[in-house]
């Protein structure tokens, strides 16, 4: 269990529930404790969205510490115009054009498997696939969101990479990256800076430079820094027809009519280099956690790769072999086994929200004698973790089974009790596009590689208490066996 789940829970059950430990105080902020699904303030028939803002993110520190003025991640107006500006380049027609990036880094990559197997003279290899993905995540953010072409799996230490990974997401800069999300007005004061500053330097001359190449050269690639540039210019708008295409996937969160406003908001290039590089922190490790545990489960649950595996057979016999934005959204099954992954091993365990107007959350249990109120000022954690392994709403909630989503079966799942993306307007911008880089990703692997469990598989799966981010103990270790 990660540190900061495994916090929450021991205090949840050092302590009795009663009303006056429902409340802790954590230095200068009030941090309510969500008892194991008690009270699941968003599942509960009362919930008010507005009445509760985004308050306590890392992300908008980073962004401090980045020292670019940029509001995506502040409460309020600044937020919202940014918002409103960037969303149009996550809709499912920006994304169709982005998916052929993503098909070119997995065939990179799944070329490098297959001469490091020739190299050895075999026909598999046990794969550590945290690394593995987290490469494959870096080389398709490179891509999609810098416009740059590298592989990291063959060039292990390039300038993307390192500065990316190795700098930015260090263990000791988490742990900064928590401080803020923890202590926020402790870390302002000292200006502790989360971001390292040749990091900094590096992304800023990276994005800068590409966007005067592109404007100098009429060049057009349909990226990120691309939309980023029509945003600059005021151009990004939502098209009709994205709003009436059938979406990517069952986890993908509606956009709130916030992010569906015109804005004219001048934005600055410091504006959007902060916004090219939070999409590369806020899509990289998340993406990497979900790939690698959806490689674990695959390999723990061979009946389901199967039946995926002849979806995918089957897409590729339907349409002689063509794998683009179409395919990857008509794969249901496929899609079952993501949501599925999302649920049991959400990257992201809990989520947070300032109370902005006193809710009544009612009697926490029978013997309370009063109603528990959440006061304007209090920061709220609610426990994606927990309400998604609620027996209540997920039946045998620790075992992996992808129909719960299945066509027949999704309408048993409550509103609001299904979040690995976030609920609400400050929900996950890039979930679309995390959910087409998943797809990719899986299809090819799947194509050419059957996945098994191998020595190394930790089985049971235990989470590592050692580090901040969702893992498994003893790392993801599977085999991939080339399919003839
Ligand atoms: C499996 C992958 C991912 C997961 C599970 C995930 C999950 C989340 C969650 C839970 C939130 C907070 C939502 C809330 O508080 O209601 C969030 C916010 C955000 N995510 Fe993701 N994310 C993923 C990938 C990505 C990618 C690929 C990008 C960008 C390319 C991205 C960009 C963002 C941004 C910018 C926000 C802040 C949105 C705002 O405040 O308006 N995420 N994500």
């Not at 009030?30 to 008690?38: D, G, H, I, N």
Request: glycine share 4%; with cysteine.
């Amino acid at each position: 269990m990660p540190a900061i789940l495994a916090i929450m829970y021991k205090w949840d059950s050092l302590l009795p529930f009663t009303e006056q430990n429902f409340r802790l105080q954590a230095v200068s902020e009030l941090f309510l404790l969500w008892r194991k699904t008690k009270l699941p303030l968003i599942a509960s028939e009362n919930y008010q969205p507005n009445w509760f803002h985004k308050h306590l993110n890392t992300l908008k520190e980073i962004h401090l510490s980045f020292q670019i003025h940029c509001g995506i991640y502040s409460p309020g107006q600044e937020w919202k115009d940014m918002r409103s500006t960037l969303s149009p380049a996550f809709t499912s027609s920006k994304m169709r054009g982005m998916v052929p990036f993503m098909i070119d880094v997995n065939k990179q990559m799944v070329g490098v498997i297959k001469n490091k197997m020739q190299a050895a003279g075999t026909d598999y290899l046990d794969i550590e696939c945290k690394d593995l993905t987290t490469r494959y995540a870096n080389d398709v953010i490179a891509s999609c969101a810098f416009g740059v072409k590298v592989d990291s799996h063959t060039e292990e230490n390039n300038e993307f990479y390192t500065n990316g990974l190795a700098t930015a997401l260090a263990p000791f800069r988490r742990l900064l990256a928590l401080g803020y999300s923890t202590f926020p007005s402790v870390m302002k004061k000292f200006n502790v800076k989360v971001f390292p500053t040749e990091s900094k330097t590096f992304f800023k001359n990276l994005v800068l430079r590409t966007m005067k190449e592109r404007e100098k050269h009429n060049i057009f690639r349909p990226d990120m820094i691309q939309l980023l540039m029509e945003a600059k210019k005021g151009k990004l708008t939502h098209d009709e027809k994205a709003s009436t295409e059938t979406d990517i996937g069952f986890a993908a969160v509606e956009e709130s009519d916030i992010g569906k406003r015109k804005v004219n908001a001048v934005w600055t290039d410091d504006d959007l280099v902060a916004q090219a590089v939070v999409f590369f922190l806020a899509g990289f490790e998340t993406i990497s956690t979900t790939m690698s545990f959806i490689l674990h489960e695959l390999a723990m649950n061979p009946d389901v790769q199967e039946k995926l595996y002849a979806e995918i057979m089957e897409n590729e016999a339907r349409t002689s072999g063509k794998f683009d934005y179409n395919a990857v959204q008509n794969l249901t099954y496929l899609d079952c086994v993501i949501t599925e992954t999302l649920r049991l091993w959400p990257p992201l365990v809990a989520l947070d929200r300032l109370c902005v107007k006193d809710y009544n959350l009612g009697r926490a249990n029978r013997k309370c004698k009063k109603d528990f109120i959440i006061r304007k000022g209090e920061s709220v954690a609610i426990s994606v973790y927990s309400i998604h392994h609620d027996p209540k709403y997920f039946p045998e909630p620790y075992k992996f089974d992808p129909d719960r989503f299945s066509e027949e079966n999704k309408h048993n799942i409550k509103p609001m009790t299904y979040m690995p993306f976030g609920v609400g307007p400050r929900n996950c911008i890039g979930a679309r596009f995390a959910l087409c880089e998943l797809k990719v990703m899986i299809y090819q692997v799947l194509q050419h590689f059957e996945v098994k469990v191998c020595e190394k598989t930790m089985i049971p799966a235990r989470l590592d208490t050692t580090t901040l981010s969702m893992g498994i103990h003893g790392g993801h270790w599977v085999r991939f066996k080339l399919r003839h």
